[in-house]
Every structure is written in C-alpha cells, then in structure tokens.
T-cell receptor, first 116, second 113 residues
Framework: AQKITQTQPGMFVQEKEAVTLDCTYDTSDPSYGLFWYKQPSSGEMIFLIYQGSYDQQNATEGRYSLNFQKARKSANLVISASQLGDSAMYFCAMREGVQGAQKLVFGQGTRLTINP | NAGVTQTPKFRILKIGQSMTLQCTQDMNHNYMYWYRQDPGMGLKLIYYSVGAGITDKGEVPNGYNVSRSTTEDFPLRLELAAPSQTSVYFC????????????FGSGTQLSVL
C-alpha cells in the first residue's frame, strides 16, 4: 500500500531564507506521481508542484522546486526566498499510476511559519 | 469562473441525523472526488467518480454514500451521523490525465454533536 511520511510537524524560518520541507514515500508501483499542496489558514487547497516518477528532471514552478531522489524515495519541497505569505500547512501527496482518477494519498503535513 | 462549488460551508448535526453535502463543477471534468480532513491531518479519500453513473470507494467510505447522475454534480450523503464524522469535507475535480492538479472546492466544516 502506498504511504506518505512528513516528519516535520512544524518549521520556523526567517523571511527571505530558503526552506526545505521533507517528504518520503513508499509504493511498489513503478509509475506514480508526487504532489505538493499548500493550505493557508483560510483552508483552501492550493496546488504547488508535480513530479512524475519517470520525469528526468526535478520539477520547478517559480520559487518552488521539488528535490526528487528516486532511490531514496524522497520528494522534498524547496521554497527559495521565503515570504510572509508562505506561512501555511504544506502537504505532500502521491498517486499510483499516471492515468485515470487522482486517488491521492496525503501526508500529515508540515506547518511552516515565516518570521519577519 | 466558479470552478468547484460546495454547499453548505458550515453545518452542525446531531447524532443520528442525515444530510447531503452538495458539490458542483463547471469545468466539464469527468473525475470528481470527496475527501475528508480531520483536525491536524492530511486529506483522506472517501469516494470518487470517473464519470456520470460510475462511482467507487476510496480509503474511508463507511458511513457515506454518493451518486453521480450528471457530469456537473457529485453529492455526498451522510446517513446516521456520528461524532467520528466531524471533519472538513472537500470536493474536488480533475481531467484525470497525467499529473494535472485537482481543483478543490472551499470545503464544508461539519460538526456532529
């Protein structure tokens, strides 16, 4: 069964610093996808970035990048030059297969606080 | 540009009551989902649908029912509400191709007392 683990319940970072949020996963399916979502205090779920298991390069979306280490089964989110608006819960999620329904399994999340 | 619309936003139920959470999307997505988020936790899949008339169970389906009579609507029914169903419920939709994102509704906060 697929599983996502986020070992950092909370992180505190100074504004403008880079931050890495950890995510490890477990699956026996050779084809899978990894996602990061942001949940601000207002509660909505905001998609940040996606990495497919067969993608050769690490995914990047603006200030977000995904450090994908397949052999270690890790998919860490890196936020460069953090901003106060980055304070939120961050969830790593995975799907097995890359077609059809997005049956995501989520980690427990990391609460990121950016200090001015 | 409505996207995914959920109603109601908040609801308090008494134990044993029933209710339907409404979800509609205007993006013509084939795939729709219901997730629940317990306090301090990640989301868990309750049910999903791959098209009108086709639904299937997710990870935590007990105590819930769904139907999908149209592409746009995917209501979630709670029968005989229990305190364990106190949670935030999210409806979502997607095209279902590759790694595209889920489009989430704004959530329904449900308390069962």
């Amino acid at each position: 069964a697929q599983k996502i683990t986020q070992t950092q319940p909370g992180m505190f970072v100074q504004e403008k610093e880079a931050v890495t949020l950890d995510c490890t996963y477990d699956t026996s399916d050779p084809s899978y996808g990894l996602f990061w979502y942001k949940q601000p205090s207002s509660g909505e779920m905001i998609f940040l970035i996606y990495q497919g298991s067969y993608d050769q390069q690490n995914a990047t979306e603006g200030r977000y990048s995904l450090n994908f280490q397949k052999a270690r089964k890790s998919a860490n989110l890196v936020i460069s030059a953090s901003q106060l608006g980055d304070s939120a819960m961050y969830f790593c999620a995975m799907r097995e297969g890359v077609q059809g329904a997005q049956k995501l399994v989520f980690g427990q999340g990391t609460r990121l606080t950016i200090n001015p | 540009n409505a996207g995914v619309t959920q109603t109601p936003k908040f609801r308090i139920l008494k134990i044993g009551q029933s209710m339907t959470l409404q979800c509609t999307q205007d993006m013509n997505h084939n795939y729709m989902y219901w997730y629940r988020q317990d306090p301090g936790m990640g989301l868990k899949l309750i049910y999903y649908s791959v098209g009108a008339g086709i639904t299937d169970k997710g990870e935590v389906p007990n105590g819930y029912n769904v139907s999908r009579s149209t592409t746009e609507d995917f209501p979630l029914r709670l029968e005989l509400a229990a305190p364990s169903q106190t949670s935030v419920y999210f409806c979502a939709s997607s095209y279902g191709q590759g790694g595209e994102k889920l489009f989430f509704g704004s959530g329904t906060q449900l308390s069962v007392l």
